[in-house]
């Protein structure tokens, strides 16, 4: 291998084999290193099993001890003074770390785990430890990076992956895949995640970065993606509590799920069809419109908040929302956008009525505000919606043609 950064090679090189001194000296001392036992079954044949050693969570478990040595202290500072690393420096590996704490987990135990599960422990093997950092150099010096952040996801389950648009995408969670990179990843999963029907899904942000770019902003874009799904299937979603990020398949950092999309309102789970799958993603794409109009950000922002209130807030978030949404004389406005007949226009009309009477608002105006803001969202032009609508109320014009909602 062209080794592109010989300071660098020789420094974590020298890192990586005091380190496995030590974690042999530990085996030594009467350490148990922890072993998997696994079939692998071959057709017309008979089983194979494997004992494989646990090094990740072996390392893991020795993190503290290891980023203490003076080995790691003079790795921490040739990649601190390397350009390429920078990104790895401002990774969110723990609660508020410092640049050596996120250097030390992406980087330097990173290449450690990567060496010492190619050699099954902890003799040392210079073929191994070459192919860990070609990888490594690789990711620090390529011309571009993969980021992706994952949470799970509950209140909804899906039988194929569905792409949302802009790299997000909802599918099911593989089995092992978080705790994988993140060991503590199972005490920060939802309770019952993996094994109850609608507990099974994550939901994946995977972006590609250019030299000096900066990650995304997955909380806010995961939480984007959760306000769309709610929308398009009034089903009881949530993300988080965490989410789990990695940089060019290197653990990056665990962070915390936007509150309002982290809890889990009330509601009957339900399975994301190929029809209200489109309708997530077209709202996904168009929930932007929000920045530029500030009535369609705080009647989206109501709505959102009244899932999880009880009375007599509840019924006073849906009137704010539409009133934001749609002007003073939303009860008729939403009428004629949604009724597809006149009987129909007359029921949403009666129960909007009672709303803005003060009585707690019934199913059927909960799910009319849902849908005005699915609407609205995909008309594009809340204000010329608003003119739009009362050109129908004064017979100048049809009501607008409306996609069908779920």
């Known amino acids: 291998m062209a080794?592109?950064?010989?300071?660098l090679h020789l420094t974590l090189r020298a890192f990586c084999l005091g380190a496995f001194v030590f974690l042999g000296r530990a085996l030594e001392e009467g350490d148990d290193l922890p072993f998997s036992f696994e079939e692998h079954l071959q057709r017309g044949g008979p089983s194979l099993y494997e004992y494989r050693p646990l090094v990740r969570s072996f390392v893991q478990s020795?993190?503290?001890?290891l980023a203490g040595r003076e080995d790691a202290r003079i790795a921490l500072e040739e990649l601190l003074r390397e350009p390429a690393a920078a990104i790895f420096a401002r990774a969110h590996a723990g609660p508020k770390p410092t640049e050596e704490q996120a250097l030390f987990r992406t980087v330097l135990l990173s290449l450690l785990i990567a060496t010492a599960e190619a050699c099954g422990g902890f003799d040392w093997?210079?073929?191994a430890f070459e192919r860990a950092y070609a990888e490594l150099e690789g990711s620090l010096f390529g011309d571009a990076r993969a980021y992706a952040a994952v949470a799970p996801l509950v209140g909804i389950s899906v039988v194929t992956q569905v792409e949302l648009g802009g790299g997000i995408r909802m599918r099911a969670a593989a089995t092992g895949e978080l705790a994988h990179h993140w060991p503590e990843a199972q005490g920060l999963l939802p309770p019952g995640f993996g094994r109850e029907v609608d507990r099974y899904c994550v939901l994946e942000l995977e972006r590609g970065l250019e030299p000096g770019d900066e990650p995304p902003d997955a909380p806010a874009e995961l939480a984007d993606a959760v306000s769309a799904i709610r929308l398009a299937t009034a089903a009881p979603v949530a993300a988080g509590p965490v989410l789990f990020e990695r940089l060019?398949?290197?653990p990056f950092g665990i962070r915390p799920?936007?509150?309002?999309?982290a809890t889990q309102p009330p509601g009957e789970a339900t399975r994301l069809d190929s029809f209200r799958a489109e309708l997530a993603c077209d709202l996904l794409s168009r929930l932007g419109l929000a920045d530029g109009d500030a009535a369609l950000a705080e009647a989206l922002d109501r709505w959102e908040l009244s899932l999880f209130q009880n009375e007599p807030f509840r019924s006073e978030q849906l009137r704010g929302s539409l009133a934001g949404l749609l002007g003073e004389t939303w009860e008729l406005r939403a009428a004629v956008l949604l009724g597809n007949a006149s009987e129909e226009r007359r029921a949403i009309h009666a129960s909007l009525r009672a709303l803005a009477g003060g009585e707690p608002a019934s199913a059927r105006a909960e799910d009319t505000v849902r849908r005005a803001l699915v609407e609205t969202l995909r008309h594009?032009?809340?204000?010329a919606l608003v003119r739009s609508l009362d050109e129908t109320l004064l017979g100048l014009r049809s009501a607008p043609r409306l996609a069908r909602t779920a």
Do not use: C, E, M
């Open 380 to 383: 594009g032009d809340r204000a």
């Open 257 to 261: 799920v936007l509150p309002i999309a």
């Open 248 to 250: 060019d398949w290197r």
């Open 125 to 127: 093997d210079d073929i």
């Open 3 to 7: 080794v592109r950064a010989p300071h």
């Open 62 to 65: 020795r993190a503290s001890a």
